[in-house]
């Protein structure tokens, strides 16, 4: 029973334990429910939570990873910085010297270039340069003053528009030699010796020398440069040797002629001559020599000089003569001897001696040549007052002319070189070539080109009046379109007309023949006569010029309405320097010389020139003819 209720007890006991085991199963599972549903809410907020850590830490991550490529960007861009920084410095320090250079360069540059263009201005040769289309790029001063051209007018033309050559004899056009030399780069002479330039205003003047080419760095071709010269003189030196060497080649063939036609003139000349040797004794003598001092062959051939006559030739003049003056000077002419001869009487003999030096390998001979002029002398002595005054006279004269030769040769070579300079250099400063002026300073150096020009023309007028009063100016005549000529000057004082408010009429006949005349010096001589009616009639007045045909003249009448002549000045205007004292006198500029030169070239081509004028206030009129066809030699 014991053992049943045990039994049943422990059953009992073991199915509440089974129970309480389900219960407790039960429990636990409710409480395993409701842990998992707790665990997974848990869960779910703990993964949320992680999600956003993870977020957060990624977008730490980030930031930090931000963070970092800015921090290394930021370095790398203050590296790249300083760099630059260093690299720009570098450069700056590069650049500065390199701008120190070009100063440098730039300096040296300016002075070469002031160094050429005053060389170029300062040479005695004429420069022109062009591009490579041969369009003028340069002129130097001569260069302007031999074309008449500016470098201000003639920049940016054509080379042959102003330099137009001609050959000086056929008066054929000539290619200038730019062309070829731009063409083949090659260098090309002109023809020294026919190649004429005409000037713009129609001056001529021989010109020689060449053209080069220029070129760059490359060696290709970017323009030519023409060097050219006035060779006149030089031209006119050489024909003259030339003449002088053919006529020494003719005074050569005749040498030996002469020499041997002189022992026979000795036989036949009356005057006596007499043959020494170098021993001063008598090799030949003239049979009139016998005759007038009444001596013979045997006691003269031979003999000593002196010796001859019985010693009456012993002069103390003639052996002065013979023994000093005639071995210094070679020969001597009228070297007067009185002596007293015991056959003829008182004598006074004038002796011309020379010595000449015979073929080669012979001694030397002396020609005695001796004159009676004791007749001559007594007639003489009456006139030696007179001719001594003439002498005196002729000394001072002479004296004069000297004076006079080296004025003008010292008022050319020692005034218009530095003038040709100063003119030169004050157009330069003008043009502003190297740098620009004020307006005083332009003014100032206008005044310096102004009036170096006015001194020029002085200079010039008085060597050509110099020139007509020596009678050395030659006429270069030839046939001249005298209508044509007349308008171009009236053209050119057209400028000149229209400042001063004059008005101009002209009476050309249409029918004026063509005249044989030098052109040059009648457009001067129409140029003075015209400037002067400009120059000295008032703002508003009145100039004309009338030219007509008149028998064989062309008649020109140039007149004005201007300041006039005083009766008493009427002769005293051709004289040189004299300048009427008028108002306008004294605001003109002019050296008195035009009208009295114009009057002497007028009379050089055989016309005449006449002035009138009814006096002050009342205008002039000139006058003045030339001939058609010229009469003068040229």
């Known amino acids: ?45 703990n993964l949320h939570r992680l999600f956003l ?11 930090s990873a931000f963070a970092f490529v800015f921090f290394i960007f930021q370095n790398r861009q203050h590296r790249v910085k300083n760099l630059i920084n260093l690299e720009t410095q570098h450069l700056l320090t590069i650049q500065e010297e390199t701008n120190t250079k070009l100063k440098q360069a730039n300096l040296t540059l300016q002075i070469n270039e002031e160094k050429l263009a005053v060389t170029l201005n300062s040479i005695g040769d004429a420069v022109m340069a062009t591009d490579s289309a041969g369009r003028i790029t340069l002129l130097n001063p001569l260069a302007e003053q031999l074309t008449g051209w500016s470098l201000k007018e003639a920049a940016g033309l054509q080379a042959e528009d ?30 020294n010796k026919h190649t004429v330039l005409l000037s713009r205003a129609g001056k001529e003047c021989a010109i020689a020398d060449s053209c080069a080419p220029i070129r760059d760095r490359e060696g290709l071709i970017v323009g030519a440069v023409l060097v050219f010269r006035n060779v006149t003189r030089q031209m006119e030196i050489e024909n003259g040797l030339e003449r002088t060497r053919k006529e020494l080649e003719i005074i050569k063939q005749s040498a030996d002629e002469a020499r041997e036609l002189a022992e026979s003139v000795i036989n036949t000349v009356r005057e006596p001559l ?97 004159e009676d002029i004791t007749v001559r002398r007594e007639i003489e002595i009456g006139l030696e007052t007179a001719h001594e005054k003439l002498k005196e006279l002729t000394a001072e004269l002479k004296r004069a002319a000297r004076v006079k030769s080296e004025f003008l040769a010292n008022m050319s070579h020692e005034l218009r070189t530095p003038l040709n300079s100063i003119n030169g250099f004050s157009e330069v400063l003008f043009d502003e070539t190297f740098g620009p002026l004020n307006a005083k300073q332009k003014s100032y150096v206008n005044n310096v080109l102004t009036s170096g020009k006015h001194l020029l023309l002085l200079i010039n007028q008085i060597l050509d009046m110099a020139k007509v009063e020596a009678g050395k100016m030659k006429l270069a005549s030839s046939s001249l379109p005298i209508k ?15 400042k001063k408010h004059l008005i101009l009429i002209t009476e050309i006949d249409e029918t004026l023949p063509d005249i044989e005349a030098d052109e040059l010096k009648v457009k001067e001589i129409l140029y003075n006569l015209l400037s002067n009616a400009v120059k000295f009639t008032t703002e508003g007045g009145k100039i004309g010029m009338k030219a007509k045909k008149v028998d064989s003249m062309i008649e020109i009448t140039v007149w004005d309405t201007g300041a006039g002549i005083a009766r008493e000045n009427m002769e005293k205007i051709f004289e040189g320097f004299f300048r009427v ?34 006096g002050l206030n009342k205008g002039t009129v000139v006058h003045f003819t030339l001939p058609i066809i010229s009469r003068m030699a040229v």
């Open 274 to 370: 007499i043959s020494l040797d170098q021993d001063l004794r008598v090799v030949a003598v003239s049979r009139s020599f016998y005759e007038v001092f009444k001596v013979k062959p045997a006691e003269t051939m031979g003999h000593l000089i002196y010796d001859l006559g019985n010693k009456q030739w012993d002069i103390p003049k003639l052996r002065e003569l013979l023994e000093t003056i005639l071995p210094q000077k070679t020969s001597f002419d009228n070297y007067e001897v009185e002596h007293n001869f015991t056959t003829i009487g008182k004598r006074t003999m004038l002796l011309n001696a020379r010595q000449i030096q015979r073929a080669s390998g012979k001694d030397r001979v002396i020609l005695l040549a001796i």
């Open 581 to 614: 004292d008028t108002p306008y006198s004294r605001v003109t500029e002019g050296t008195g010389l035009g009208l009295p030169l114009s009057r002497k070239m007028v009379e050089l081509h055989g016309g005449t020139l006449s002035v009138e004028s009814e």
């Open 484 to 498: 044509n000529i007349l308008n171009e000057i009236l053209m050119l004082v057209a400028d000149m007309v229209s």
């Open 53 to 63: 850590v993870i977020i957060a830490t990624s977008l730490l991550s980030l930031s």
């Open 162 to 191: 102003i330099f137009h050559i001609v050959n000086g004899n056929t008066r054929l056009p000539l290619t200038i030699p730019i062309k070829e030399t731009l063409r083949n780069g090659t260098v090309q002479g002109l023809d």
């Open 1 to 45: 029973m014991n053992r049943k209720y045990n039994y049943t007890a422990s059953l009992v006991g073991l199915i509440m334990v089974m129970a309480l085991l389900g219960v407790s199963f039960w429990a636990f599972n409710q409480i395993e429910q409701s842990f998992l549903v707790q665990q997974k809410a848990d869960f779910q907020v």
